[in-house]
């Protein structure tokens, strides 16, 4: 049987001895030895049929194994947890909802609002001084953050509550004169409530100056170039492109800090305040329940961060509009991507 050569392979058969004549001369007998070009597959062959093929999804035996272990070892401490007595769930549910608990929750939660927005706004005041081109505004800036990120929140805390005892009275006037508008004695004053924000507030603003600081400074020079090429004031350069491009990177780091805020007001129980944690331990000495009393706290401050947790996804999420071309799946979003996906796959086997 013989096989009729294609139209193709026939051209190629008639040029390739026109190309090898009209080298150029002194090539020689390089002439000789050219190859032809790769030939395409030859038109009007049938393309091979998969409809019969059937879709097996891949397997990931690892990956189970390894799903199966920590499924193991979550039931274990679960299963501790819910069978061991000593964990007294019935005392937690007890004092979960109690009135003095919940009293003590709003004080670690006005403590968080208050100490939060003041020191953010501290603290991005501190990041534009810092990045100033004054000398004095830039050693002042780093002199605070240095300070106050160099001793502990305690011993800030104990210092603002006995300030008192450096000077007895406070008084605001007309310096290095005695014209004085108004005077209050520093007890008065520096209440427990006032030690705690004090503490509180310039702790989180020496951190939250550098948070910003180096937000600032992700954003590429170049678009602070191109801004001032059109004209666009300074201002509104600062708020309208310096900014949100910043907070893409400040945003996590930020909720970090308040988080670590939320459980930093536990602190405050050596001012004898009554935040969530003094009054659990104010508790605990009485009933002699400690652990129950322990995990009461702990449980509200997981609700309290899993709630922060969640406002960060979001807030993250709509900053990441100008920096991906599809928004990143909600948790909500997920779970219907993959229970679909599971569905069509038990459909198509």
Not at 49 to 77: E, F, K
Not at 197 to 208: E, W
Not at 213 to 229: H, N, P, T
Not at 321 to 333: D, E, H, I, N, S
């Amino acid at each position: 049987m013989t096989i009729a050569p294609t139209d193709v392979e026939q051209a190629a058969t008639r040029t390739a001895p026109q190309a090898a004549g009209t080298a150029s001369p002194g090539e020689g007998a390089q002439t000789n030895n050219a190859v032809p070009p790769a030939l395409p597959p030859a038109p009007g062959r049938a393309a091979a049929d998969y409809s019969g093929y059937r879709i097996v999804a891949a397997r990931h035996p690892w990956r189970w194994a390894g799903t199966a272990v920590v499924a193991l070892g979550l039931a274990a401490v679960l299963w501790s947890l819910a069978t061991n007595p000593r964990w007294e769930w019935d005392v937690v549910a007890q004092w979960f909802t109690a009135e003095s608990v919940i009293r003590g929750l709003g004080e670690t939660l006005k403590l968080t609002v208050i100490a939060g927005a003041l020191g953010f706004v501290l603290g991005f005041i501190l990041a534009l001084m810092r990045l100033s081109a004054s000398p004095l505004l830039v050693s002042v800036s780093w002199t605070f953050s240095w300070i106050f990120r160099s001793t502990p929140l305690l011993v800030q805390m104990l210092l603002w509550y006995n300030l008192g005892y450096l000077y007895e009275k406070i008084s605001l006037g007309i310096p290095f004169t005695s014209v004085t508008f108004f005077e209050v004695q520093t007890t008065t004053l520096v209440s427990q409530f006032a030690a705690a924000i004090l503490g509180l507030t310039l702790n989180q603003a020496a951190y939250s100056a550098e948070i910003i600081r180096g937000g600032i400074l992700s954003v590429d020079q170049g678009q602070l170039e191109a801004a001032a090429a059109l004209g666009i004031p300074a201002w509104r350069r600062s708020t309208r492109i310096v900014l949100p491009q910043a907070m893409r990177s400040i945003l996590p780091t930020a909720f970090n800090e308040i988080i670590g805020l939320v459980k930093g007001t536990s602190i405050v129980y050596v001012l004898a305040y009554s935040e969530l944690f003094y009054t659990v331990q104010v508790i605990y000495n009485r009933t002699q329940q400690v652990l129950p009393l322990l995990l009461v706290a702990t449980l509200w401050y997981i609700v309290i961060t899993s709630v922060l947790s969640v406002f960060q996804y979001y807030i993250e999420r709509h900053y990441a509009k100008g920096a991906v071309r599809t928004l990143p799946l909600t948790p909500l979003q997920k779970a219907r991507k993959f229970f679909t996906i599971r569905t069509n796959a038990r459909n198509l086997t």
